[in-house]
C-alpha cells in the first residue's frame, strides 16, 4: 500500500510488487524509479485513475530514463468510494492518457478495491457484483480501443471477503488477450 511497504519488500528480494495505491509525492517516486533504474528484474506496478497522476508519472519518468515503462492498472471505483475512476468514460479518457504516454507508461491492467461496502451481507454481495461488472466493462473497452501495452492483461481487485466473486467474475471476462 505504500512505498515504505515497497522499500521492506525490496530489502526482503522481492522482485514483484503491486503497489496497491496511486504512486504520488516527489520522493515516494523517485524511490520507485531509483529501483527500477537499478534492478531491471523489478516487476512493479502502480494504480492510475486520474490524468493528473499520469500527467505526473509521465514527467517523472521522462527525467529518470529507466529504458522501460512504468507498469500502471487503471482502478474502477464507485460512488462514495476511496478511490478509483467513477464512470466508464473518465476510465477512458485515463487509459488513453496513458496510452499516449508511451513509452513512459504502459496500461497492463485494470483493478479495484471492493472492500468498503455495506454491513448488510446482501446488499454488499449486490454492490460488489455491479462493481466488479464495471471493472470488467472497463477492461472490454479498453481492449476495444487498443488501450492495453502488448502482453497479457492483469485484472485484479480485493480488500474484502468476496475473492469467490471477483474470481469468478474475472475468469469470464471475455477478454481476447491473455488474461490473468
Given at each position: 500500500?505504500?512505498?515504505?511497504?515497497?522499500?521492506?519488500?525490496?530489502?526482503f528480494g522481492v522482485s514483484r510488487i503491486i503497489l496497491a495505491n496511486q504512486l504520488v509525492g516527489r520522493q515516494a517516486i523517485r524511490y520507485v524509479f531509483d529501483e527500477l533504474k537499478r534492478d531491471p528484474a523489478l516487476d512493479f506496478y502502480c494504480i492510475v485513475d486520474s490524468e493528473a497522476n499520469v500527467a505526473q508519472?509521465?514527467?517523472?519518468?521522462?527525467?529518470?530514463?529507466?529504458?522501460?515503462?512504468?507498469?500502471?492498472?487503471?482502478?474502477?471505483?464507485?460512488?462514495?468510494?476511496?478511490?478509483?475512476?467513477?464512470?466508464?468514460?473518465?476510465?477512458?479518457?485515463?487509459?488513453?492518457?496513458?496510452?499516449?504516454?508511451?513509452?513512459?507508461?504502459?496500461?497492463?491492467?485494470?483493478?479495484?478495491?471492493?472492500?468498503?461496502?455495506?454491513?448488510?451481507?446482501?446488499?454488499?454481495?449486490?454492490?460488489?457484483?455491479?462493481?466488479?461488472?464495471?471493472?470488467?466493462?472497463?477492461?472490454?473497452?479498453?481492449?476495444?480501443?487498443?488501450?492495453?501495452?502488448?502482453?497479457?492483461?492483469?485484472?485484479?481487485?480485493?480488500?474484502?471477503?468476496?475473492?469467490?466473486?471477483?474470481?469468478?467474475?474475472?475468469?469470464?471476462?471475455?477478454?481476447?488477450?491473455?488474461?490473468?
Open positions: 500500500a505504500t512505498t515504505q511497504q515497497m522499500a521492506v519488500a525490496r530489502d508519472l509521465v514527467a517523472a519518468a521522462k527525467l529518470a530514463n529507466i529504458g522501460r515503462p512504468l507498469q500502471v492498472f487503471l482502478e474502477g471505483g464507485w460512488q462514495g468510494g476511496r478511490t478509483g475512476v467513477r464512470d466508464i468514460a473518465t476510465g477512458i479518457k485515463v487509459a488513453r492518457a496513458v496510452k499516449a504516454a508511451a513509452p513512459h507508461l504502459a496500461l497492463r491492467g485494470v483493478e479495484g478495491f471492493e472492500g468498503l461496502t455495506p454491513a448488510d451481507r446482501t446488499a454488499a454481495e449486490t454492490q460488489v457484483r455491479t462493481f466488479l461488472d464495471m471493472l470488467v466493462q472497463l477492461a472490454q473497452e479498453c481492449e476495444e480501443a487498443d488501450l492495453f501495452a502488448p502482453g497479457e492483461v492483469i485484472l485484479t481487485a480485493g480488500g474484502s471477503a468476496f475473492y469467490d466473486m471477483v474470481l469468478a467474475r474475472f475468469s469470464h471476462a471475455g477478454l481476447k488477450s491473455p488474461t490473468r
